[in-house]
């Protein structure tokens, strides 16, 4: 009868002990894991660009006067980056020293676009971006006398078999 009445204690024990282990996850799950944004940023540092300069990215996203904007978070600063067309993906912190760190992430640009009245760039993804005053000089393959290149507009996607088979042969090109 003793070990009967073990039994159902340790059972409870055991339901005990599981439960809080269970409210201990769902509290840590529900506490923000990163730290806060405390403060007003003086300084926002970005890294991981090629196709423009730091300035250029800031002066686009409205970052370059930071000193006019009051308590900007790492979110916005995330947001409006990534608003640009050459950037796939930024990551943003808030350092302890009043400063925005952010890692952008470019898009990968395939081939230079000719065709129309204006240059493009395209992307790995067949996505046509326009071309900016400061872009640098990239040494890109390119690609011309397309069907449609009239009908070309930035930010849209031309996924068609005469640009699948333009990617084929750079992608060829490459490998040699």
Request: hydrophobic fraction near 45%; aromatic fraction near 8%.
């Amino acid at each position: 009868m003793s070990t009967e009445k073990e039994k159902r204690n340790s059972t409870k024990l055991g339901r005990v002990i599981f439960s809080v282990l269970i409210l201990l996850l769902v509290v840590l799950i529900i506490s923000p894991a990163k730290k806060q944004y405390e403060g007003k940023a003086e300084v926002i540092e970005l890294s991981g660009y090629n196709l423009l300069s730091e300035n250029d990215y800031l002066a686009f996203a409205k970052l370059h006067e930071i000193s006019k904007l009051k308590n900007i978070s790492p979110a916005v600063v995330k947001d409006r980056l990534e608003k640009h067309p050459y950037i796939l993906r930024a990551d943003v912190v808030f350092e302890g020293t009043k400063k925005i760190k952010a890692y952008v992430t470019e898009k990968l640009i395939k081939a230079l676009l000719i065709g129309g009245i204006d240059p493009f760039l395209i992307t790995n993804r067949f996505q046509i971006l326009p071309i900016f005053a400061n872009t640098r000089s990239i040494d890109l393959p390119v690609i011309s006398n397309l069907k449609y290149a009239e009908g070309l507009k930035s930010l849209s996607a031309i996924k068609t078999d005469e640009m699948i088979e333009a990617f084929r042969i750079i992608d060829a090109a490459d490998v040699t």
